[in-house]
């Protein structure tokens, strides 16, 4: 059986170089996926505190297998505490001789117990380290948060993206049902039969927006994975999906066909290719920056920037613009982002009301995480109503 340490660490290795999506990285199958899948995403989440410590154990900073294995095996050690000291150090020991560099198993060894050795040292170290590094948060972002939140809501909202986030079943009609830990989606009953799907309960607020009807015709204009396009099909209207990413699009139609709804939804390539039709109701759920579901994608977090964020307002506003026109006469535009960043917001809302005068802002929703009762990650809606 190949080490399960072994395979976290090439994920690992990977991630760091491409930035991937660290869910296409994990094995599809295999009896220690969930705890690979654990260690990787423990790895991810805490990725700045993993660093500022192990460098005050390490001369020169390493690269390749050796700084995965390090990371692996410092992340159990401090941070996933069902995991024994020396299962931990033996276990990611053992992983690092199948590397082809026989010192590295030795480096590994040496480091991961002086780590235990001065574990009281870390622990008090990040116990008055600022919020930003123990909770592992970019400190631009972080500092935006306590900006616009004030500092007690920021902590919350950092607290709330570290914690391991729920699945859901989403039933017709907005019904939500939580997944049983260690339950797999397929044992569930009436998957096979296409009665449900895995969707983030907070994304349904766009949904209830659209104040669809029976027989509407609706264009979901960034549709992959599919769940919004399936919600709104469940709901009786005549759905066309856009997808322009061709990855991404073959993954909606994997999606649509195990709910049986390839058949009653059009795919489209590209909203150019629907120039000259209109629409009862369209949604534009953008591509955006994910601070509002930083629990379910924690890399997420290491991919934000500045500049990054000012590109994805110039995209938002794009696909917006091109949005616009499809929009019949009296009919509605929903507006929707996975953030709780105002620019990608309410703010991208307002410019866009400002470019086109014949619609009107006629409401909004936003969800801040870790701030209420709800079990809901980050999310905004902007209805946007075509006048004239």
């Known amino acids: 059986m190949k080490n399960s340490r072994r395979s976290a660490a090439f994920i690992i290795s990977r991630w760091i170089i491409t930035k991937d999506f660290p869910a296409n990285l994990l094995p ?18 805490r990725y700045r505190p993993l660093r500022s410590i192990l460098s005050k154990l390490l001369k020169t900073w390493p690269k390749g297998e050796l700084e995965a294995l390090l990371y692996v095996g410092a992340a159990q050690i401090l941070f996933m505490k069902d995991v024994p000291d ?9 992983a690092a001789k199948e590397c082809e560099n026989k010192n590295i198993a030795k480096v590994v060894n040496g480091v991961l117990r002086n780590l235990i050795r001065r574990r009281e040292e870390f622990e008090s170290y990040l116990k008055n380290a600022s919020v ?18 004030g500092a007690e809501t920021a902590e919350k909202l950092a607290l709330w993206h570290n914690e391991p986030a729920e699945t859901y079943l989403a039933y017709p009609l907005g019904r939500y049902v ?19 799907i895995v969707q983030n309960p907070a994304t349904y607020m766009a949904v209830e927006a659209m104040k669809v009807e029976s027989g509407m015709k609706v264009l979901d204009a ?53 120039r000259g039709r209109e629409f009862d109701r369209v949604l534009v759920d953008a591509p955006c920056s994910n601070t509002g579901v930083l629990r379910r994608r924690a890399d997420a977090r290491w991919n934000w920037s500045e500049e990054k964020l000012a590109a994805l307002v110039k995209l938002q506003a794009e696909i917006l613009d091109l949005a616009a026109p499809l929009v019949k006469k009296g009919g509605l535009l929903v507006y929707s982002t996975c953030s709780n960043e105002q620019e990608e917001n309410v703010l991208q809302a307002d410019a866009f009301v400002a ?31 075509k006048r004239c």
Not at 86 to 94: G, K
Request: proline share 4%; charged share 35%; glycine share 8%.
């Open 28 to 45: 599809e199958k295999g009896i220690d996926r969930a705890f690979i899948q654990d260690l990787v995403y423990t790895v991810i989440r």
């Open 86 to 94: 020396f299962a931990a150090v033996n276990e990611t020991v053992e």
């Open 132 to 149: 930003e590094e123990r909770e592992s948060f970019p400190s631009e972002l972080y500092r935006r948060w306590v900006k616009r939140f």
């Open 178 to 196: 939580k997944l049983e830990r260690g339950k797999k989606v397929t044992e569930v009953p009436g998957f096979e039969e296409g009665e449900f």
């Open 222 to 274: 960034c549709a992959a994975p599919g769940g919004k396009t399936i919600q709104l099909a469940w709901a009786g209207a005549k759905v066309t999906a856009c997808e322009v990413n061709p990855k991404r699009r073959r993954k909606l139609i994997e999606n649509l066909k195990r709910v049986h709804l390839e058949d009653k939804v059009e795919v489209v390539d590209s909203l150019e290719a629907l």
């Open 355 to 385: 470019r086109h005068p014949e619609f009107v802002k006629t409401g909004v929703g936003e969800i801040v995480p870790g701030t209420n009762d709800e079990d809901k990650d980050g999310a905004f809606e902007a209805e946007l109503e």
